[in-house]
């Protein structure tokens, strides 16, 4: 049971926009801590894609952006491309538990 | 180009010790926290702890505290985690991580390749 809480799988179209969610508590993302959100293709290592709930690293498409509201962190993808089915992962820090970096279970995001 | 390059893949047998590495280069090593994430096979990602190499300090999530050792050579810009006994269940892909800032809840901004260890008899 992860810290922060992701839906296990989304899909879209070519072209269409999708969501993903990441809900955590009063001590991570409710008590301020910034959420980061990561790629990771097939095969490959993780990389940075939205950090500090909604700032890009050079070289990161703006169809991609984040957002953060209360608990709650979200992660848009716009003009849905093959290239972008991948897992997503938010990550925060967590005050509560010795003060650890907590990462979500991860969201399967599948292009139809 | 700031990379992490880490030692290769591992077979080690239950019982065993093992200690796997990080390499940072193109940027200064010693004033980064530079950690590692596991990923158990198909599975998602877990915070194991990380190091400051100027000074050696390091953070442990509980989840791993006592169960790993991370260190740190900063005369060779690297970073190591080590296991003095390993166990099946510590089959995984290691990643080490760059920590973007020096402030816990900063993100981690560049990923090794990943080391894939195999545990079994």
Same mark, same amino acid.
């Given at each position: =049971?992860?810290?922060? +809480?992701q839906p296990?799988?989304v899909?879209g179209?070519p072209? =269409?926009?999708?969501?993903i969610?990441c +809900?955590?508590?009063s001590?991570?993302?409710g008590?301020h801590?910034d959420?980061?959100w990561y790629q =990771?293709?097939p *095969?490959?290592?993780?990389k ?15 169809r !991609? ?9 979200s992660?848009?993808i716009t003009?849905l491309?093959?290239?972008?089915e991948?897992?997503?992962?938010c =990550? ?5 538990l010795? *003060?650890?970096?907590? !990462?979500?279970? *991860? +969201?399967?995001? +599948?292009?139809? | 180009e700031v990379?992490?390059v880490?030692?290769?893949?591992e077979?080690?047998?239950?019982g %065993?010790?093992l200690k796997i590495?990080? $390499?940072?280069?193109?940027y200064?090593?010693?004033t ?10 198909g599975?998602?990602? %877990?915070?194991m ?6 000074d050696?300090?390091?953070k442990y999530?509980?989840s791993f505290q006592?169960q790993v050792?991370?260190s740190a050579? $900063?005369?060779?810009n690297?970073a190591y985690?080590?296991?003095t006994?390993l166990?099946a ?5 290691y990643?080490c991580?760059?920590?973007q800032?020096?402030?816990d809840?900063?993100?981690f ?6 080391t894939?260890?195999t545990v079994s008899?």
């Amino acid at each position: =049971q992860s810290v922060l +809480t992701q839906p296990p799988s989304v899909s879209g179209a070519p072209g =269409q926009r999708v969501t993903i969610s990441c +809900t955590g508590s009063s001590s991570n993302i409710g008590a301020h801590y910034d959420v980061h959100w990561y790629q =990771q293709l097939p *095969g490959s290592a993780p990389k940075l894609l939205i950090y500090a709930n909604t700032n890009r690293p050079s070289g990161v498409p703006d169809r !991609f952006s984040g957002s953060k509201s209360g608990i709650s962190a979200s992660l848009a993808i716009t003009g849905l491309q093959a290239e972008d089915e991948a897992d997503y992962y938010c =990550q925060s820090y967590d005050s509560s538990l010795s *003060g650890s970096r907590v !990462f979500g279970g *991860g +969201t399967k995001l +599948t292009v139809l | 180009e700031v990379q992490l390059v880490q030692s290769g893949a591992e077979v080690k047998k239950p019982g %065993e010790s093992l200690k796997i590495s990080c $390499k940072g280069s193109g940027y200064t090593f010693n004033t980064y926290w530079i950690g590692w994430v596991r990923q158990m096979p198909g599975k998602g990602l %877990e915070w194991m702890g990380n190091i400051f190499p100027r000074d050696s300090a390091t953070k442990y999530s509980p989840s791993f505290q006592g169960q790993v050792t991370i260190s740190a050579d $900063k005369s060779i810009n690297t970073a190591y985690l080590q296991w003095t006994s390993l166990k099946a269940s510590d089959t995984a892909i290691y990643y080490c991580v760059r920590s973007q800032s020096y402030f816990d809840w900063s993100s981690f901004d560049y990923w090794g390749q990943g080391t894939l260890v195999t545990v079994s008899s």
